[in-house]
């Protein structure tokens, strides 16, 4: 029994995100002196963060199974904030406003998403790239190319600096961001359907579970949490531009693979998307630090990838 539990223990997939996560970080040592001090990590997980929040919509959306993927991630962070960067407009008194329009606008991305996943039968892939494509041109057509506003300095002081010790603001929000997806996942009704959803819907529909329902409820929280994600950005950064969130698409897919939920939907958790973000941004770093170039960085995440899936599926062998 305690083999069997060992066995398991080492073989899972956010621990195995982890343990590289660590290997990386002190791996950096050997590239560049002085990566690897508490100042630095403080700085890698903050990085994280960033990645984290705006890969907990996408967490939801694989679990829900239908070959569910939202390929409009990116473009919806743009669109948040580029709204927080218009109403803003530097005036700590219209953060409040500038937020709910940005979280308004995701959720009706998503909206639209799941209606046409749900409904109208639309391929996820298909309708979340052609919901990426028009979120792209409502910004060109709106902005015109002219990015109009300015963050607020009370978003600096709460998203960027450190609020309890050397601890940031951004940490702080994605630990709480983190506790209310488990609790959404494991103490609502919305998380033991979307499990039963993403793991078989016809039976979840014989179950009495609304499939539907679940479906667009769960892209409405994506395109949320990724306009959220862009609301961080911003007050992290202080400047927007229209392809903002266009680096972070691919990252959100890969920081949830690597956390270990199957792409099949079903199984998985936020906590090991966390340890993927923290993985991704690892290798980031110290790839950077190595000072490879963009090619060399790109086929490094490959294989990476590639190799974590490997783990994971030689998991559910022995599994089975």
Known sequence: MNQSLFRN???????????LAVALFFAGELVRAGFANPAQAINIIRLSAFLGIIAAGQTLVILSGG???DLSVGAVV??????????????????VPGLLAALLAGAGVGLVNGLGIAFLRIP??????GMAGVVQGVILVVTQGQLIGGAAPLMTTLIARPLIGPIPGVLIVWALLAAAI?????????GMHLYAIGVNRITARLSGVRVPLV???????????????GFMLLGFTGSVFLNLGDRYLF?????????????AGGKGSYFGTMA???????????????????????????????????????QRALRG
């Open 276 to 314: 993927g973000a923290l993985v991704l941004t690892l290798i980031s770093s110290l790839l950077t630090a190595s000072q490879l170039p963009e090619a060399i960085r790109q086929i490094v995440l490959g294989v990476t990838l590639l190799a974590l899936l490997s783990a994971y599926g030689r």
């Open 215 to 229: 479906v667009v409820a769960t892209y409405m929280l994506s395109g949320g949490l990724a306009a959220f994600g």
């Open 67 to 69: 070959e569910g993927i």
């Open 9 to 19: 223990l080492r073989l899972s997939p956010p621990l195995l995100a982890l343990l």
């Open 78 to 95: 743009t669109l948040g904030a580029i709204l927080v960067f218009r109403i803003v407009d530097r005036s700590d008194a219209m953060i």
């Open 251 to 263: 990252p959100s897919i890969a920081a949830v693979v690597v956390g270990g939920t199957v792409l």
């Open 182 to 190: 488990w609790l959404l996942l494991n103490r609502t009704a919305y």
């Open 124 to 129: 996820p892939l298909v309708m979340t790239l």
